[in-house]
């Protein structure tokens, strides 16, 4: 039998933010496409979109969409990954999901390609995309893990409002312009589609992503919580994160503090093993004020790391500062690395 050399792939959610940035990466990267299926909900079907110089007429997703489908790429919402990505493994497809409908399934593999590879070849059909605020965060601690152990992650998050999608763009958009012309601010989406109360963005900060959870904390700060364990390994990692929505358009930034295993360390041995990190570029100097910024960082394929501390009363505690676009490393580009390491290492 010959081996494939490009694939019939399928895109779900093909209109929504994270969609879009698929299929434009898809195209940048070259990915070894065969055919390409654009599919979304009922809504959006009929709109066209330009891959490779070719329209492509966006299609309702059903489940015989999937018939000869060798990878379906899944961010539609979980409520469609839930229903649809099963009837895409039914037939014959691997699918990697951008939602959270199956991350912490023990069956489904949760993987960023620079922390656990490896976990890729178990999968049973799905595999799953982390939160995107979870992605840039453990892409920072693998190496620190690795070289000096971990015990303790405390994180608070500074989100860009594009994770919500296209639509809270344009609400921080419509509320900057209505508070400059003083007119008053419509609030109706953030900081959750169908939640009982609704905050402006524009000009606030909102310490609420995604819904309540019985324990107080929010649905996005348990799935740092529970997702940073299972990609890393570590279950007895002790994680705690606050999650705060800001009124800009791009990139999630996040102060971090780690307590490592390792004592006596200084600033300038995390530094070494960041900087020689996958993924990670170090913009580390106080002295020229260099450091990354959610602007420096968007549009960018990597985690930036910078403002690296040691803790002035706990001998194992350091600071750090880290910065990545959430529409690329923190979703579209994660996934498509994921298909990539699929068909480098033949686990498809
Ligand atoms: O869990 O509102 O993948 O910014 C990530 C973005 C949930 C919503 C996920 C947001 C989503 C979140």
Sequence with gaps: MTEKTAYNLAVVGATGAVGQKIIE????????????????????????ITFKNTEITVEA????SFDGVDIALFSAGGSVSKQLAPEAVKRG????????AFRMDEKVPLVVPEVNEGDIQHHQGIIANPNCSTIQMVAALKPIQA??????????????????????????????????????????????????????IAFNALPQIDVFQENGYTFEEMKMINETKKIMHAEDLSVAATCVRLPFFTSH?????????KAGLQVADLWDVLKDAEGIILEDDPATQTYPTPQ?????????????????????????????????????????????????????
């Design 25 to 48: 990466m898809l195209e940048d990267k070259d990915f070894p496409v065969q055919t390409l299926k654009l599919l979304s909900s009922e809504r959006s079907a009929g709109k066209t």
């Design 61 to 64: 997703a059903v489940p015989e």
């Design 93 to 100: 497809a691997v699918v990697v999901d951008n939602t959270s």
């Design 147 to 200: 070289a000096f152990g971990l015990n303790r992650v405390i994180v608070s998050t500074y989100q860009a409002v594009s994770g919500a999608g296209n639509q809270a763009n344009l609400e921080l958009e419509t509320q900057s312009r209505d508070y400059l012309e003083g007119n008053e601010m419509k609030a109706e989406l953030l900081p959750v589609k169908g939640d009982e109360k609704h905050y402006p």
């Design 253 to 261: 930034a996040e102060s971090v503090y780690v307590e490592v295993e």
């Design 296 to 348: 420096s960082a968007a549009n960018k394929e990597e985690v930036f790391v910078g403002r690296v501390r040691k803790d002035l009363n706990d001998d194992n505690g350091f600071h750090l500062w880290v910065v990545s676009d959430n529409l690329i490393k923190g979703a579209a580009w994660n996934t498509i690395q994921i298909a990539e390491r699929l068909i480098q290492n033949k686990w498809l």
